[in-house]
């Protein structure tokens, strides 16, 4: 066990206090930062005791599940967690059963879209993602929902992305031309507090570094959509983070078709939705240039959320579109070696905008899709729970079932280390120590 989470709880509320204080005061300096989400005072804190009792454990650290488990929860928090004939079970306990079931960390969607689509953000907590980031919204845009008493996942949000102009998602961005306006934005969001800087595609590789700069000052994540600036520019500039495998694509063909792309983009953001297929689908995922980018990103530990879900394409009914087949291929090929190799893989689902994901189940969907390029079902579920946790900076306190924990729990029918589709199963969920109501 993590030695800080013995210090965590005593000293957690006076960090999250002075957050705002801490993140106002410039420094030359990486510090320590603990995100809050946004929505923290309106999540009620379970009082009661609860013991799950032989259960199947997953609990995001081990690789499988640990049979005839017990976990008690107190409090909101995970209380003792250990083999079920070690462990006294309090007689003020509710307990719940677990032949059957397996145990596991409330999923985490590192890449997550609401988009004003009434009631989601609470659908998608019902199935299993207990804390999201929306990486490019207002945080006005969440006011409806936080208003309705709904149970919603913990926010973690990026505020607006930072980007250049012509925007492609005018409501969605915070728009800069040069330093002094980066340093107003960030001012700006810092106040704010938000959780990650999210950047979009066009702004310039001069303004990712300061970006960058000032947000690491900060202690702040910056994670990005990249398309047009080559990925290990933005990564040496300082990114901690790389949204959608769209992001990569420059980094994989000839300068020349690079540019070709790039020069279309920078004329018309429209040119990017049929560009981006043409060029992956001639993108070599075995070849040189594969190669050497999966290693630049083992050697730079960046996280890489892929957001397959949105690029998949199937030929079927009217769709016939073999070029978006073969380039949706070719990306979850290239993730596939990614995984191999030990690249830090992050999932996000993309919110509702997936085409194939049954509404609601975009995250599980996504687990699927990383399944199919060849992702180990054990690596898959670490990178929703634990390591999409040390991306979002939140480890400390979630991503994974340990004493000391908040109690954000999956109960599932049957066992997703074997099989993957068993995500769907949701059977309960549990939300700061308290069992969401069944829907």
Same mark, same amino acid.
């Given at each position: 066990?993590?030695?800080?989470?013995?210090?965590?709880?005593?000293?957690?509320?006076?960090?999250?206090?002075?957050?705002?204080?801490?993140?106002?005061?410039?420094?030359?300096?990486?510090?320590?930062?603990?995100?809050?989400?946004?929505?923290?005072?309106?999540? &009620?804190?379970?009082?009661? $005791? =609860?013991?799950?009792? +032989?259960?199947? /454990?997953?609990? #995001? @650290?081990? !690789?499988?599940?640990? %049979?005839?488990?017990?976990?008690?929860?107190?409090?909101?928090?995970?209380?003792?967690?250990?083999?079920?004939?070690?462990?006294?079970? &309090?007689?003020?306990?509710? $307990? =719940?059963?677990?032949? +059957?079931?397996? /145990?596991?960390? #409330? @999923?985490? !969607?590192?890449?997550? %879209?609401?988009?004003?689509?009434?009631?989601?953000?609470?659908?998608?907590?019902?199935?299993?993602?207990?804390?999201?980031?929306?990486?490019?919204?207002?945080?006005?845009?969440?006011?409806?929902?936080?208003?309705?008493?709904?149970?919603?996942?913990?926010?973690?949000?990026?505020?607006?992305?930072?980007?250049?102009?012509?925007?492609?998602?005018?409501?969605?961005?915070?728009?800069?031309?040069?330093?002094?306006?980066?340093?107003?934005?960030?001012?700006?969001?810092?106040?704010?507090?938000?959780?990650?800087?999210?950047?979009?595609?066009?702004?310039?590789?001069?303004?990712?570094?300061?970006?960058?700069?000032?947000?690491?000052?900060?202690?702040?994540?910056?994670?990005?959509?990249?398309?047009?600036?080559?990925?290990?520019?933005?990564?040496?500039?300082?990114?901690?983070?790389?949204?959608?495998?769209?992001?990569?694509?420059?980094?994989?063909?000839?300068?020349?078709?690079?540019?070709?792309?790039?020069?279309?983009?920078?004329?018309?953001?429209?040119?990017?939705?049929?560009?981006?297929?043409?060029?992956?689908?001639?993108?070599?995922?075995?070849?040189?240039?594969?190669?050497?980018?999966?290693?630049?990103?083992?050697?730079?530990?960046?996280?890489?959320?892929?957001?397959?879900?949105?690029?998949?394409?199937?030929?079927?009914?009217?769709?016939?579109?073999?070029?978006?087949?073969?380039?949706?291929?070719?990306?979850?090929?290239?993730?596939?070696?990614?995984?191999?190799?030990?690249?830090?893989?992050?999932?996000?689902?993309?919110?509702?905008?997936?085409?194939?994901?049954?509404?609601?189940?975009?995250?599980?969907?996504?687990?699927?899709?990383?399944?199919?390029?060849?992702?180990?079902?054990?690596?898959?579920?670490?990178?929703?729970?634990?390591?999409?946790?040390?991306?979002?900076?939140?480890?400390?306190?979630?991503?994974?079932?340990?004493?000391?924990?908040?109690?954000?729990?999956?109960?599932?029918?049957?066992?997703?280390?074997?099989?993957?589709?068993?995500?769907?199963?949701?059977?309960?969920?549990?939300?700061?120590?308290?069992?969401?109501?069944?829907?």
């Amino acid at each position: 066990m993590n030695k800080y989470i013995l210090i965590y709880l005593p000293i957690v509320f006076a960090l999250f206090s002075c957050k705002g204080d801490l993140q106002q005061q410039p420094s030359k300096h990486k510090v320590e930062f603990l995100p809050l989400e946004v929505n923290h005072e309106e999540i &009620p804190v379970g009082s009661n $005791v =609860i013991a799950i009792v +032989g259960v199947s /454990l997953f609990d #995001g @650290l081990e !690789d499988s599940t640990i %049979h005839n488990s017990t976990v008690i929860v107190r409090n909101g928090l995970i209380d003792k967690v250990g083999p079920e004939d070690a462990l006294d079970v &309090p007689e003020n306990a509710d $307990v =719940i059963k677990g032949d +059957g079931l397996t /145990l596991m960390p #409330g @999923l985490i !969607d590192a890449h997550f %879209h609401y988009d004003h689509v009434k009631h989601f953000p609470t659908k998608f907590v019902r199935n299993g993602v207990t804390s999201v980031r929306d990486p490019g919204q207002w945080i006005e845009a969440f006011d409806f929902e936080r208003g309705t008493g709904d149970p919603l996942p913990r926010l973690f949000l990026t505020g607006p992305h930072i980007d250049s102009p012509p925007p492609t998602w005018p409501k969605d961005s915070y728009m800069v031309r040069d330093k002094a306006e980066v340093k107003e934005a960030m001012d700006y969001l810092i106040g704010e507090n938000v959780s990650a800087i999210k950047i979009y595609h066009r702004l310039p590789l001069e303004l990712i570094k300061e970006v960058c700069d000032i947000a690491h000052a900060h202690g702040l994540p910056v994670t990005a959509h990249l398309e047009i600036t080559d990925v290990r520019q933005a990564v040496l500039a300082g990114l901690d983070g790389v949204e959608h495998v769209t992001s990569l694509g420059t980094a994989l063909v000839s300068r020349k078709r690079a540019e070709e792309f790039r020069q279309g983009m920078l004329a018309n953001n429209k040119a990017r939705l049929s560009g981006r297929l043409e060029m992956w689908k001639d993108i070599d995922v075995n070849g040189k240039r594969a190669d050497s980018l999966i290693k630049f990103f083992e050697a730079n530990q960046t996280f890489l959320t892929p957001t397959l879900g949105p690029y998949e394409y199937k030929i079927e009914g009217e769709n016939k579109d073999s070029i978006a087949l073969i380039a949706f291929q070719n990306m979850s090929g290239f993730i596939g070696r990614c995984a191999k190799a030990n690249v830090r893989i992050a999932v996000g689902s993309h919110g509702p905008w997936v085409p194939y994901a049954e509404k609601g189940w975009s995250f599980q969907h996504e687990m699927d899709l990383l399944s199919k390029t060849g992702m180990d079902n054990v690596e898959i579920m670490k990178a929703s729970t634990i390591e999409n946790a040390k991306f979002l900076k939140i480890d400390h306190r979630l991503g994974s079932i340990e004493k000391g924990k908040q109690a954000d729990l999956l109960l599932i029918k049957g066992d997703p280390v074997t099989n993957i589709k068993d995500m769907y199963n949701i059977e309960r969920v549990m939300l700061n120590g308290i069992w969401l109501d069944k829907q």
